[in-house]
């Protein structure tokens, strides 16, 4: 189900192909309309819903897992100025606009999973494909202890932070990976053996689903966290999921209620296994994409 400006489009559709005509025509017709996160819980107005949102993400965190998150971006801004990991400098940016937005992601995960993949979202296994600088792989680690959260990234420097960051925060439930997507995917102790795969700020969707879905379970879900306009960048991606054994799920409007604005969770469920030629080698997809 899509929410935009107040209106509802059913886009469900985990066995049939998804009409990216029709959805292209709803949500242009709303795109000057806010988008907004739709739970059931959420019944007051607009301004209501995002100070509701806002207190159930960071602020509905523990004590101690309000800490880690203050660990984690000290750490971030103190490598930062020795590695390219982000461009925000500033902690209050850091939160805003990495922090708030990979805990958005959080609710879409759990009731996808839950409604179409098994009957508990409490102890997932879960891979960030291409984590960088550990978004929002640790953040969601933090948040949800009870997943195991495998961060794939394939530069050094960039490994050698999260394991750093990792140690600090004292989180037992994450491990580091130094790989490349494609090796892992070909990989028979990875390989569909997720039940989550999630990506955040890596490709576009045609080349994020190779990379990701190879990963994915029979019966598990590909989450890609986009911007607020992704109908486009959705539509070329159509086939690339079909071949990777997945269908288009859910398009999630959510909101990071930062001034960067909203966020779009694509989200994809895996119906089949995928065929043993993909992913292909190391760079062909992304200069060949699907």
């Not at 394991?163 to 070909?186: D, F, M, P, T, W």
């Not at 909203?262 to 992304?286: E, F, M, N």
């Amino acid at each position: 189900m899509l929410l935009c400006g107040g209106r509802r489009f059913n886009i469900l559709a985990p066995t049939l192909p998804l009409s990216f005509e029709t959805f292209i025509k709803h949500l242009a017709a709303s795109k000057s309309s806010k988008l907004s996160l739709t739970t059931t819980s959420f019944t007051a107005s607009a301004s209501a819903n995002s100070k509701v949102f806002s207190s159930s993400c960071f602020e509905a965190l523990n004590s101690r897992q309000k800490e880690q998150v203050h660990i984690y971006i000290d750490s971030l801004l103190e490598w930062n100025q020795k590695m390219n990991l982000t461009a925000v400098k500033e902690e209050s940016e850091v939160m805003e606009r990495h922090v708030e937005d990979s805990l958005s992601i959080i609710e879409p995960i759990r009731t996808s999973y839950l409604s179409h993949c098994g009957p508990s979202s409490e102890n997932l296994n879960l891979v960030d494909v291409g984590s960088g600088a550990g978004l929002p792989g640790i953040i969601l680690a933090i948040a949800s202890p009870g997943w195991k959260v495998t961060l794939l990234e394939s530069m050094n420097k960039r490994c050698s932070f999260l394991e750093h960051v990792v140690s600090q925060i004292g989180l037992s439930n994450v491990q580091v990976e130094r790989e490349r997507a494609e090796k892992l995917g070909q990989d028979v102790s990875f390989r569909e053996s997720f039940d989550v795969a999630v990506a955040r700020a890596v490709a576009e969707m045609r080349i994020l689903a190779e990379y990701c879905l190879p990963l994915v379970r029979t019966g598990g879900i590909f989450v890609a966290s986009k911007g607020h306009d992704p109908q486009e960048e959705v539509h070329r991606a159509e086939r690339a999921i079909q071949l990777m054994g997945a269908s288009l799920l859910q398009i999630r409007c959510v909101d990071s209620h930062s001034r960067h604005g909203q966020r779009t969770a694509i989200i994809c469920l895996k119906g089949k296994p995928t065929p043993k030629k993909y992913p292909r080698d190391p760079g062909t997809p992304a200069k060949i994409p699907l």
